[in-house]
Structure formats: C-alpha cells, structure tokens
C-alpha cells in the first residue's frame, strides 16, 4: 500500500495522506541554519549544533508521535471554525491534503470548507533563516472573513538542558516584541550574543509569546486559547514558555488569494553592539531589521526559492543515469544523492530517531557518509577531512565522536573503537580519486587539535595504518578494542550492570579479543595507501604497504576463515565467532563483505563462497541480515549485540550499511544480477509498494529493516541519517553502474544484470563533463571490452582525466 507518490519531474514525494504510518520527514538548510520538518509540519530548527543551538522546541517520543512544529491556525471568524492546515495539530477533517517533500523544502497544502491554504517552508541559501510562505484562497463564492495565526515555541538554546532544568528555565526565559516581531532572548543578558526573530508580512491584530496564555490552562497545542476566542492576547513572556505568535486578519472576497509570509531566523550581534541604546536592556536589532525587511518581500522569497531549486541543479547535475530501471534512476538521480548530502551535514544528530542532543559527528561514520558526497561538493568534503584528522591522536588512534561546534574530541566515548583511524584513510583515498587534489596530503593537521603538533595529512594516514599493526593478537589479527565497525562487538566489555554503556566500559582488563572485520578493512586501507604513497614517489613506503596486506590476507586465510565464509572475530577468551563452531551468530555479514572489497579470496575462491554463504544463510526478500543464527539470549562476552531481541539492529537485523558491501563483493566477483537483485530489495522506491510494512519513507534508506527472526520481518527503523547512503550509492553507482573514480582517471567498468540493453550517464569528474553510454546486448553478463573516448578505442576500462570544462563522449562496449 502506498500513502503517496514520486513526481520525478520536479523531484518530490508528494504524500497523500496526513496519517502516514510514521511522521515522514524532510530536511530544510543547507549549510548553517537546518531544520526538520514533518508531513503534517512537525519538526524545529536549529543554528550548526543540534543540541547547543536549538531555536525551538520539540518533544520526542510524544503522543502523537510527532507534536511540536512550524504550526499555522485558519480561523472561519464567521462561523468560529479553526483548523491547523498541516493537519497536525488540531487533526481536524480536511477536504483535502498534499505533502510535497522536495529537495531542501516542503510543500503542505489542504483546503477546508473553500479555503485552502498552501505553505512552503524552506530556508535560503546563505541565510540563517527560515521562510514559511503561506498562501490562503478563498474558493467559496462568499466574502470570508479569516484569521490565521502563526507558532512556534522556543527552545532555550541547550536542548539537552531545555528538557531537563526546570528549576532555572522556567524563570530565565525573555523575548520583545517590536515593530510586529517577536525576538526571543533568553541568556541574552547574560553570556548569549544570539537571539532568534519571527516576523511577519502583514500588519499584526495581535501576538503572543507566552504559550499558557496562547493555549489555555489544561489546554494543548490542537485548542489553543487564543485562536479558539479569534484574538490574540497579547502576552508577554517572562518565564515559563516563550513561544511565537502573530495573529493576522484576512478579508478575502471570492476567489481571492493573499500571501502572508513568515521568517524565523537566527541572529548574532557583536558582543560590543548588544544592547541599544548602549548601557540598557533592550537588543539591538540594527543589524537584524534590514535582513528581515529583505525577507518579508514576495519578490526576495521567490528568488530565494529558485536560487534553491539552482543549488540542486548544481549538486544533482555532477551525475545523472538514464537506466532500464526507474526506481534506480530516482533514487540515483534524486533521493539517494540527496540523502547523501543530509547525512554528511547531519551526521548521526538530527532525524526523527535522532534527537540531536544524544551523539556528536562519529569519526568513521563522518568517513563514510563522504563516499557519497564528494563527487557534488568537493570543497566542503576537503574540509571535513581536514577537521576530522585534527581529532586524531597522536597515536594513530581516534576520538570516536567529535562535537560539530567546536570541533573537539568528544571525551564521553573516548577512543579505542579499533576500526576508526582506517576509515580516514579509505575517506582520503576517496578524496584523492575524485578530486586528484594531491595538496591535500601535505596540509599540516594537529593531532588532538593541539597548536603545534601539526604534522602533513599524509603523516596521519600513515599513523593509521600503524595504530592497527601495533595492536595485534594472539592469531596476528586485530585487536577489536572496544568495538569496530559493528558498535555492538563488545567482546572486552563483560558487564552485568544495568545501564552501563556497553562501548566504554571494559570489565576486563589486557583484551585480547581480535577482529576479522578489521583485518579486511587493513588490508583495504593498506592496499589504498600503497597507491597513493606511490603517488608520491614512495616506493619503498608502498611495497611495505602492499606487503603488510599481503600478511594479514595470509593471516585472513589461516585463522579468519571458517571454511564456507569469514569469521567475525575471536572474543576475550579465543574462541571464534561468526563460526559454525558455534550454534549461534554462526555466519555474520560484515567480514563477507569488507574482505573481499580488500580483495581478500578473490583469486583462490574464497570470495565467491563467502558470497554464495551469504546468500544461502542471510539473505531474506527484504534484504541481508546481519548474522545468522540470531542471538536468543544475553551473552555476556559478546555486549550490546545480545541485548537486543532477536532480529532488531545488530543482533539480526537486516543493517542495511552493510548490505551495500555485498552488492560491492558481488559486482567485484561479476556477478551482477545478484548484485542488483539485492540492490533492489533495500532500494526505498521498490519498497514504496508495501510502504504499510516498512513504514518509514520510501524516498530514502532507513538504518535497519526487522530481520526474519523479528515478529515484524520488513519494518524499517531510523531513516534518514545513516552509512546506507552513501554506501548504496557506492555500490550502485561505481559497482554496478560502474563509474568508478580512480587515481589515474575514471574507469567505466559496469557489472550489470544480464537483462539490461544498457545504460546512459553524465559524470561530471574534476571539472570535465562525461557523457557516457554504455552498450550491451541484452541477455548477456559481460564486461567492458573497450572504450570508445571521443571516438578513439581505448583498451582497459579507465578513461584518463580530461581539461577541466571539456565534453568528453565515451563509449563501452560490453561484447557478451
Ligand atoms: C550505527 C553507527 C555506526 C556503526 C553501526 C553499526 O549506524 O552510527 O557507526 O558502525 O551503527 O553498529
Ligand atoms: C550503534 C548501533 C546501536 C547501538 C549504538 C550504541 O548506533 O546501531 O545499535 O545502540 O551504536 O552506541
């Protein structure tokens, strides 16, 4: 069943209902000023930290699910009738409903009665602000006479204390109201050089700021006080809840429409310029009332709206498909890029799973999400590579998080999540190919952001690769440490007590526990470095590399293979796991798929039997488990991955970041039916059709599907902000599509499925233009022959790097 549709054409999901099966999101921002917004207007906003930056206030795992928004109020005054045109929160009956979630903003229109109100969020490229154009038609044959009433409560800045400090927030709260804006300026008179502003075009009959004022005693957010009597009251608030309201009166003769436009914003003043006059109480809006005077007017929203809309054209154009298959051309193409650049702003802090005060920017996790995004914004991927290797210790090792705002190591986790430091390598590696931005390597970096400890990037990586080499076990594999890549392998942890975090705490000391999963990522990330110390003259330096890679594979082969697949790991005490030694947790998937993307078994077999194990062992209709058989109880030695009932997360639950690495193993052994057959099953717009069992959007990739030990086999949890992305974006478009950069140009090297003619593509790759069409008799499973580069046969499969601006028109010719 589904609850809405995709308009490819303008690049929307256009939702029919209000009362999906879970609030379906999208994001507003782009670079400093974000926000969530639901299908019925559900979210807040916040300026760069989610936490220490909140402009307003949301509370999560409410009932309903979703309460707290950028909520508008019709009010019919001649009859008293009032109803929330998003739906939520009066939840009143609507004569009709549309969502648009588009790229960077949302679209919510419905009509009641002969009114209909339309309202477009969305916040400017460049600004700290958001604009929320409502436009109301009257499409009765009568005169009406209306009220609409704005809202919004504010958050007093620290989500986290927000939600908990009541003993002090409730006194501290302050706002003025000036010239028909609301300013709120809680902690301005203190520390605070910030406020947040909410405007309004239209001549004000009233406001309010204080919430139980607006609402009523004992009332919520579906009755408020105010718009029930049709006025305002005017309230000013000191303590409790401030909240923005503006109270407007429309006359609309018959077919009349009127736009009425509100911007919510974020504001700095230089701390010298806070008050005026200087020496009183009062904010200095100066600086401030230019900006909104701008973005009060018509003529400045809609340029603000298609300099957006350009912005996406700009970010989408660096690749566009043209396949045989249509789900995979809109979530290539549209959704899947997109959700890439969410992730990489996000991170792991804002979704509606995500609360956004709980995790900082997550050290392997930052490197990933790059995969998927640095090919649109080069510039800003540099950057984030720049500020997450300055949290790296000068051991090699790697804060685990790192706070977006400061840009520090977030001490609460610590280090010791053994995987981490070799995700900056792969992040660089990436980098370098799409890019061949080589000035990068020599950039001086801190380690622990400490002045004066800045050695060359390039130093960074090397130090990475040596963290693992000097922390090996007794079988000469990794050590875990606290975890790797599976957050909940935590194989030295031992607790019993509840609460405790199972990642930072180890009851025993001297761990020994050792991890497969690692030793395919060094080989990776060995194999990776080689190439580009070669790169720069470094022989020497890429032999060792390339030798160290050959070791682990040897120590791989003799101790992490379990005869018909990879092992997962051995745990404090040496006994394997992920080993049919075993009776659960037999078979995991991650190790299938990180050794053989280090290319481990590829040339004896042992690739394409770990793969056929997968698919014999993990494979379900709606995608990959994680392990098999599930965990049915507590296992001490092993942490939080036990803890979890029996198909949910890591405890087999279909983790779909690692599904991608599978589709990846697959297209490397050619096989590409089954590489896109799995494609298929996470692939978000498949799913569409049986949205009532996944539940969460169909216009991007959820964290985790329920695995088949689950009572809800196929329910999807946490979408948005996940390694899914860019990891599905990875194995579509450079393994299967096979558009893949590479240091010494982009290859064109696809695996499709037999079936398929084909495919067309434009790839726009350091600063040329590629127009590639790749051909091949359908039927047939085959591999590039040769390239046609602007007419000239080229053999092997990578086109050099051709003049930036230059039009380049390849062809690939699969002969089957
Ligand atoms: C979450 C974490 C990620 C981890 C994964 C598996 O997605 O963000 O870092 O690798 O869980 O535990
Ligand atoms: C990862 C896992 C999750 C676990 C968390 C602990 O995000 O996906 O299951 O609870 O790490 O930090």
């Not at 290797?389 to 986790?413: E, F």
């Not at 079988?475 to 019993?496: K, Q, Y």
Request: glycine share 10%; hydrophobic share 35%.
């Amino acid at each position: 069943m589904r609850y809405g549709h995709f308009d490819d054409e303008r690049r929307e999901y256009v939702i029919d209902r209000p009362d999906t099966p879970l609030p379906w999101i999208n994001y507003l921002g782009t670079e400093d000023y974000f926000g969530i917004v639901s299908n019925t207007a559900g979210g807040y906003s916040f300026y760069r930290d989610a936490r220490l930056r909140r402009l307003t206030r949301y509370r999560y795992n409410n009932a309903p699910f979703d309460l707290g928004g950028r909520y508008l109020y019709v009010r019919d005054d001649a009859t008293g009738d009032y109803w929330s045109p998003s739906w939520q929160p009066t939840r009143g009956s609507l004569d009709e409903y549309e969502c648009r979630h588009g790229l960077s903003y949302t679209r919510i229109a419905s009509a009641r009665n002969g009114i209909r109100a339309e309202t477009l969020y969305f916040v400017p490229v460049g600004e700290t602000l958001e604009v929320w154009r409502a436009r109301v038609t009257n499409e009765r044959d009568t005169a009406a006479e209306l009220s609409l009433f704005s809202s919004v409560e504010f958050c007093l800045w620290d989500a986290q204390d927000d939600a908990t400090n009541f003993q002090r927030n409730f006194s501290t709260g302050q706002v003025e109201v000036a010239d028909g804006v609301i300013y709120h300026k809680t902690e301005y008179r203190e520390r605070r050089d910030h406020f947040a502003y909410f405007a309004c075009s239209e001549p004000l009959a009233g406001f309010d700021t204080q919430r139980d004022t607006f609402l009523g005693a004992y009332r919520g957010w579906d009755e408020p006080a105010a718009v029930e009597r049709g006025a305002a009251f005017d309230s000013v608030a000191h303590g409790w809840a401030p909240i923005g309201s503006h109270h407007v009166r429309l006359a609309l003769a018959p077919g009349e429409t009127r736009e009425v436009i509100f911007v919510l914003g974020y504001a700095e003043n230089p701390r010298a310029e806070k008050f005026d006059p200087p020496g009183s109480e009062t904010l200095n809006k100066r600086h401030v009332r230019p900006v909104i005077e701008h973005w009060l007017r018509p003529e400045t929203v809609a340029a603000g709206f298609a300099a957006l809309g350009e912005y996406w054209d700009r970010l989408l154009g660096c690749l566009r498909v043209t396949t045989p298959d249509a789900d995979t051309d809109r979530m290539v193409n549209v959704w899947n890029a997109y959700q890439c650049v969410v992730t990489f702003n996000m991170s792991r802090s804002t979704s509606f799973y995500e609360s956004g005060i709980g995790r900082g920017m997550g050290f392997r996790d930052s490197n990933q999400d790059l995969l998927g995004f640095v090919h649109m914004t080069p510039g800003r991927a540099r950057q984030r590579i720049l500020d997450i290797a300055a949290t790296q210790m000068s051991t090699g090792g790697a804060y685990h998080q790192y706070q977006p705002l400061t840009k520090r190591g977030n001490n609460d986790i610590g280090d010791g999540f053994n995987d981490d430091p070799l995700w900056l390598v792969l992040g660089v590696s990436a980098y370098l190919k799409e890019t061949g931005d080589e000035t990068i390597l020599d950039q001086p970096v801190p380690f622990d952001n400490a002045p004066g400890s800045e050695e060359p990037l390039y130093e960074h990586l090397r130090r990475s690769l040596q963290y693992t080499q000097d922390r090996l076990g007794p079988h000469g594999l990794p050590l875990i440490g606290r975890a790797d890549w599976n957050d909940c392998l935590n194989l030295n942890c031992f607790s019993d007590t509840p609460g405790e975090p199972f990642q930072i705490t180890e009851n025993v000391s001297g761990g020994t526990a050792e991890s497969v999963f690692i030793a395919g990522q060094f080989v990776l990330a060995a194999k990776e470095l080689a190439a580009i110390a070669e790169l720069r003259g470094l022989d020497g330096e890429a032999a060792e590399y390339r030798a160290a890679a050959e070791k682990m594979t040897g120590v791989i082969i003799e101790h992490g293979w379990d005869g018909a697949w990879f092992r997962r790991a051995y745990d404090f005490h040496g006994r394997p796991i992920g080993s049919s030694e075993d009776d659960e947790g037999q078979i995991f998937i991650e190790p299938q798929g990180i050794c053989v993307l280090g290319g481990v078994g590829l040339d004896d077999g042992l690739a394409a039997q770990a793969l056929r194990s997968v698919a014999e062992r993990l494979a379900t209709p709606h995608g990959i488990v994680l392990q098999q058989p599930a965990y049915s109880s507590y296992r001490i030695e092993l942490g939080e991955i036990s803890s979890y009932p029996p198909g949910y997360k890591e405890n087999a639950g279909i983790f779909c970041h690692t599904n991608p690495w599978i589709m990846i193993a697959e297209a490397m052994v050619g096989n590409g039916d089954r590489a896109f057959d799995y494609y298929r099953r996470l692939n978000p717009s498949v799913r569409e059709a049986i949205s009532e069992l996944h539940r969460c959007e169909p216009y991007v990739y959820a964290q985790m599907i329920a695995g088949r030990d689950a009572p809800t086999h196929g329910e999807a949890k946490n979408s948005w902000l996940t390694g899914t992305a860019a990891w599905n974006f990875v194995a579509i478009t450079q393994w299967i599509l096979g558009l893949r950069p590479e240091l010494t140009g982009l290859r064109v090297d696809p695996v499709l499925p037999a079936s398929w003619p084909g495919f067309q593509a434009t790839r726009v790759f350091r600063g040329a233009t590629y127009e590639i069409t790749v051909r091949k008799p359908a039927g047939a499973a085959g591999r590039v022959a040769y390239l046609l580069v602007d007419g000239e046969r080229v053999d092997g499969t990578t086109v050099p790097a051709a003049a930036a601006g230059t039009v380049v028109r390849v062809e690939a010719v699969i002969e089957g």
